[in-house]
């Protein structure tokens, strides 16, 4: 469904590459987040992909055409959720969701709701009764919460059936109970439409719902696959042993024989790297005042790739 | 080109005009300062003595100089557009870049002709001689002068990659035309280096028109009126279709370039 080659992107007049080199393809239905920090490069390629910035070079095709050569075909089969509110916030409701229907082509421009069609209208009453807004879809938009905003611009967006649905941070801003609420609503599309969904976010909890993750940094991507497998890959597990002060150095001794990595002082951090925390144990004959595993979340590997090793 | 998306983006336009009262306001205290108080101090302490009515002078060119000027801001709004609100929406929908261009014009045009309406209904109130064939014959020609002012917008608009340029340069661009396109005096003499601004003043045309309709072939030529009605129509043209092509190739260039 997006299928992105060698894409590079350096804006005028800087000498970083905002997106560096970076190939990778999305399947049709699936839901891919990219992860990354702010300013690694996340709405440069989302801008690229929805045809609202040309690269510099590399290309990258949406729904099978090309984001540089065929944008217009490319824009009728997305969906785009910004970062930041993309609404008219002057007009209400219905009217801006009247607009999208319009310049997507659904329906004819009618200058009020009761002129629009049957359908049209409709449509609307589900849509309202889907939000739970039907009191207020006439009312002007200034006067829905943040989250209500943000529901309201995904249901717009999903009006024309897009093939897939590109979400630029859509919960920035919010407050965790809109967060969630708009969560529950975004896996009901999922569950409901076969659309694709694209998503940025720089929290790693949105990310780990997806079925693959693309870690971004600097441009470039860091790590690519599904959660379970970025997980395996990033996060290391550790071994803790300990002894008494006369015992430490025989500790290090037998552990030193027995091959194992692990940092000078104590207590010893030993990196398991696949060897198994019986066999170490049992290999031991240095009586252990400590026995322990450490196993950092993925968001302690994610900072560790962002910021570098501590 | 769909005419269903252009309808609907002017219209837009339009809308938020109607919703946001203070903006309707502020629209009629400009021109109502410009004309009754400056215009009413001026025609009482000069009243005869220049030889024409003051108050019709200033009425005329504030008429055309604030249709001009707000179909000119309106269409170089799309740049907040580009940044935040529904014009991001507008970008990534399949609706071509003219299609969005002229329907852009034509929605800052149907803003500024109520502007333009109330001007004429607040010049009539303040005791600007006028017949009711005047008035029309003045809003047909304020029409064409919004339409200049409308491209006009789309040549700056296709300059500028953002809202900070756009007024750190706009007022530099537009509020010289106040003066250059002689909205509140004569202008039949100017320096050589003022004349060449003047003249390429798209403003100036504007202005001048809508006087040669107001003071007809009586007009005091180089005093109150500049030119001939038809050589402003025909400038006016030529400047309209330059910005249109120009502005729109440059904005569908940039909006992708950054």
Redesign the interface.
């Given at each position: 469904m997006i299928e992105i080659e060698h894409l590079t992107m350096r804006?005028?007049k800087q000498e970083a590459n905002a997106v560096d080199d970076v190939s990778f393809t999305v399947a049709a239905g699936e839901f891919f987040a990219l992860l990354g920090p702010n300013g690694a490069g996340k709405t440069t390629t989302i801008s690229i992909l929805?045809?609202?910035?040309?690269p510099t070079s590399g290309s990258a095709r949406v729904a099978g055409h090309d984001v540089v050569g065929e944008?217009?075909?490319v824009?009728?089969h997305?969906g785009?959720i910004?970062q930041?509110?993309?609404?008219?916030l002057?007009?209400t409701a219905e009217?801006?969701v009247?607009?999208?229907a319009?310049?997507?082509?659904l329906?004819?421009?009618r200058?009020t709701f009761s002129t629009m069609p049957d359908a049209y209208q409709r449509r609307i009453h589900e849509l309202a009764e889907l939000l739970g807004i039907e009191k207020d879809i006439f009312k002007?938009l200034k006067t829905f919460s943040g989250g209500m905003q943000r529901k309201l611009e995904i249901v717009r967006s999903l009006m024309h059936h897009p093939k897939v649905l590109f979400l630029d941070e859509p919960t920035a801003g919010l407050d965790p109970a809109s967060r969630r609420t708009l969560w529950e609503h975004l896996n009901v599309v999922r569950q409901e439409s076969e659309t694709t969904l694209f998503l940025t976010t720089h929290y790693i909890e949105e990310a780990e719902q997806a079925d693959h993750i693309a870690i971004f940094n600097q441009g470039r991507i860091v790590s690519l696959g599904t959660p379970g497998v970025l997980k395996a890959e990033l996060v290391r597990e550790f071994l803790i042993l300990d002894a008494a002060a006369a015992d430490q150095a025989s500790l290090r001794g037998e552990l030193s024989g027995l091959g194992l990595t692990f940092d000078p002082g104590f207590p010893v951090k030993i990196t398991l790297n696949g060897h198994s925390v019986q066999q170490i144990v049992k290999e031991i004959d240095t009586p252990l005042t400590t026995v322990r595993t450490e196993s950092p979340s993925l968001e302690e590997a994610y900072l560790e790739i962002v910021n570098g090793p501590q | 080109m769909t005419i269903d998306a252009l309808l609907a983006i002017s219209y837009r336009d339009l809308l938020k005009f109607l919703r946001d009262p203070m903006r309707l306001v502020w629209s009629f205290v400009f021109p109502l300062l410009l004309i009754g108080v400056f215009g009413g101090i001026m025609q009482a302490n000069l009243g005869e003595s220049i030889g024409f009515n003051y108050l019709a002078f200033v009425f005329t060119g504030v008429f055309a100089y604030t249709l001009f000027m707000s179909a000119s801001e309106g269409v170089i709004s799309l740049i907040d557009d580009r940044e935040s609100d529904f014009s991001q929406e507008l970008l990534v929908s399949p609706v071509s870049r003219y299609t969005i261009v002229l329907g852009k014009i034509v929605g800052e045009s149907l803003v500024a002709l109520p502007r333009g309406l109330a001007i004429l209904l607040m010049g009539s109130v303040l005791g600007v001689p006028t017949t009711p064939l005047l008035l029309l014959e003045l809003f047909l020609v304020g029409t064409l002068g919004t339409l200049l002012g409308a491209s006009f917008g789309v040549m700056l608009l296709g300059n500028f990659n953002n809202r900070r340029t756009a007024n750190q340069v706009v007022p530099f661009i537009m509020f010289p035309q106040l003066f250059l396109a002689g909205v509140m005096t004569p202008i039949g003499v100017l320096p050589w280096y003022l004349e060449i601004l003047s003249r390429i003043s798209p403003m100036r045309y504007a202005v001048d028109l809508a006087r040669g309709i107001y003071f007809g072939p009586d007009a005091q030529t180089g005093v109150t009126v500049l030119a001939s009605p038809a050589s402003n129509l025909i400038v006016m043209a030529a400047m309209f279709a330059g910005f249109l092509v120009v502005g729109t190739i440059l904005f569908v260039r940039r909006e992708r370039r950054r």
């Open positions: 804006y005028k929805t045809t609202s910035l040309l944008a217009s075909k824009r009728q997305i785009v910004f930041k509110p993309s609404l008219d002057n007009l009217e801006n009247r607009m999208h319009v310049l997507y082509g329906y004819r421009f200058p002007p | -």
